[in-house]
Every structure is written in C-alpha cells, then in structure tokens.
C-alpha cells in the first residue's frame, strides 16, 4: 500500500487504481519531461525528477521502465515495432492519441510533455496513458504559436519537434 507516498493532491492515486483497475500494485508516473521513456542509463534516480512516480515502485516496475526506455532510445525501428506490444498496451495508447489529437491539447504529450499520467499495469506488465488537466484543449495554449499555427497543425504529426516515442509509435499504430 503506497498511499501514504502519494501526494494529497493527486487524484489518480491507490484508490483510483483500486476502482478502475482493480488493483493497488500498479505504477503510476506523471512525466515533467518532453523525452518521455528516453533512456537515461540504469540508475533509477535519473528516472526519479522527469517521471515523478506516485508512490514507491519496486525494483521490477523500475527496471520495466529503464528497459522500456532502453528499447525506445537504443533500439532500431524494427525492435521497437516487435518488442512494443510487451510494454506499452497499443490500442489504449491509440485511443489516447486520438482523443489527445482530436482535442488540439497542446499543454500535454504533444507540446509541453506534461498533463498526462503512465501507469504500469500489474496485470499486464504494460503502460497506459492517462489523460490529466485538459483546460488547455481545443487549442488554448497560447504558448503553442499563434491561433493560425494551433489551427493549422497535422493530425500526422501533432507534436512539436522530435519525440522518438511518439513518432516511433505513430508507425506502430
């Protein structure tokens, strides 16, 4: 039980695990970082600031997330397109993307590489990604260029600059 390590201002702690998951064992990170799963060699604490884990992981969600990283930062293309589905539970992560795209959402994953939670499944070994603090949708975040530039971005390709795990994903899904 871990709830005692989580922030009482966050929402999506154990009892949330518990109610939508059915299970308090999984992993849950809110990345402050643009990088997210960019490898940051094999000790956890380089993990610890970027990835802000809720609670206190174990030495295997640890390594599940180093090796997840390892894999999208020093793998090939090929690699990560067959190892993938071992970490990262691509039809949710398509139904985020849609949703995050559809949204225009650029205080998120797409902009700012914020807003947003991972969490490690315990019953799948995989990550999820979970929506958090959209008041920026539609294309409200005025840090994210002008109105023309928000309204003009590709559903392609709706990040701004060069996110390996996003675009590496995008031929996945």
Not at 4 to 19: G, M, P, R, T
Not at 42 to 49: G, I, K, L, R, V
Not at 56 to 82: C, H, N, S
């Amino acid at each position: 039980d871990w709830s005692s390590d989580v922030c009482s201002s966050d929402l999506v702690d154990n009892n949330f695990a518990l109610e939508n998951y059915k299970s308090k064992e999984g992993l849950f990170l809110k990345p402050a970082t643009r990088d997210i799963f960019g490898y940051l060699g094999d000790n956890w604490d380089a993990y610890e600031q970027p990835y802000d884990p809720k609670g206190k992981p174990t030495p295997a969600q640890k390594k599940r997330v180093i090796d997840f990283a390892r894999l999208l930062t020093k793998g090939t293309d090929e690699e990560f397109r067959t190892q993938a589905p071992a970490f990262l539970n691509i039809p949710q992560m398509a139904h985020y993307m849609a949703l995050t795209v559809w949204l225009s959402t650029l205080d998120s994953i797409l902009g700012m590489g914020q807003n947003y939670y991972v969490y490690l499944n315990p019953k799948s070994n995989q990550f999820e990604l979970l929506p958090w603090d959209l008041d920026h949708s539609f294309g409200q975040f005025v840090m994210a260029g002008t109105q023309e530039q928000r309204e003009g971005l590709s559903i392609l390709q709706p990040w701004q600059g060069q996110v390996r795990f996003l675009e590496i994903g995008r031929a996945h899904v």
